[in-house]
């Protein structure tokens, strides 16, 4: 596995590498839910790369970029056991070379709303790396969790209305045997807290269950919330684009609470009978 931290060394590496290629798209941290993505890079693609890159320009001014955990060390070597064929690590400067970039990927309407609503900007920020990253590893694949699912949506419009020639493929969410969702911030919770951050993942079971019986699935998965510490943001049933709640069939619902200082998102696919 080659790692390289400037774009000449990975135009220099993407051009060696043969056959069909996948990208998979991080923030480093990594835990189960990135190998699941490198697991299903590496089923699809003869040769896979990973980027790893704390993305200043998705993070409000009062979030989490200074403390978000860079595990650089144990992320190499979860990517080498993966089978990743390149790792591209850039710092900022690499990045965004002028500074702060003046012309920005505009999400549209629905990167400003749930996430979007809650955190200006962000959708911004995350397709204009994501874009970014397209252009400089012209991958055939590129992978996303189910877990940001209204990312996956948001970059795979990207990508249909921008033209932009690669294939988007999500990636179901991988839990803890408990139910909770993996993510990067997980780590960021006390005991108390973590046992408060199941009310997400116990809220979705409840909405599914009310809708599959043909009942207010968003009613019944915000009582979830009810004498919670985790403190709700939204709670939405939508289609399976993050449209419009459907009377019938597929659905998606979507949530995102604040424990302590920590916010968390979590979604799950639903039937409304
Ligand atoms: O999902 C993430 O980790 C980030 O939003 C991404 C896609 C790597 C862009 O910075």
């Given at each position: 596995m080659d790692l390289v931290h400037t774009r000449a060394e990975l135009a220099a590496g993407r051009a060696a590498l043969d056959g069909t290629v996948a990208v998979v798209m991080t923030m480093g941290a990594l835990h189960q839910g990135?190998?699941?993505?490198l697991r299903a890079a590496r089923a699809r693609a003869d040769r896979v790369i990973a980027t790893i890159f704390v993305n200043p320009l998705q993070f409000g001014p009062n979030e989490d970029f200074d403390r978000y955990p860079r595990t650089l060390d144990t992320d190499l070597a979860i990517c080498a056991a993966a089978g990743v064929d390149l790792v591209f690590a850039p710092d900022?400067?690499?990045?965004?070379?002028?500074?702060?970039?003046?012309?920005?990927?505009?999400?549209?309407?629905?990167?400003?709303r749930f996430e979007g609503a809650s955190r200006p900007g962000f959708f911004h920020g995350v397709l204009t790396v994501v874009l970014k990253l397209l252009q400089l590893t012209r991958p055939d694949f590129t992978f996303f969790g189910e877990k940001d699912y209204q990312q996956l949506t948001l970059v795979k419009r990207m990508v249909r209305d921008l033209d932009v020639p690669v294939e988007v493929i999500g990636v179901p969410t991988v839990r803890e045997v408990d139910g909770l969702a993996l993510s990067s911030r997980n780590r960021y919770l006390s005991d108390a807290e973590r046992d408060a951050a199941l009310t997400l993942s116990k809220a979705l079971r409840a909405g599914a269950d009310a809708a599959r019986r043909g009942e207010d699935a968003e009613k019944a998965a915000r009582a979830v919330f009810d004498g919670s510490t985790a403190e709700l943001d939204y709670l939405v049933l939508t289609d399976p684009d993050l449209g419009p709640a459907p009377a019938h069939?597929?659905?998606?619902?979507?949530?995102?609470?604040?424990?302590?200082?920590?916010?968390l998102i979590d979604n799950a696919a639903v039937e409304v009978a």
């Open positions: 990135h190998k699941a993505l900022r400067t690499e990045m965004y070379p002028a500074g702060e970039p003046l012309v920005r990927v505009n999400p549209g309407p629905l990167g400003e069939g597929p659905g998606r619902l979507l949530v995102a609470a604040r424990v302590g200082a920590t916010r």
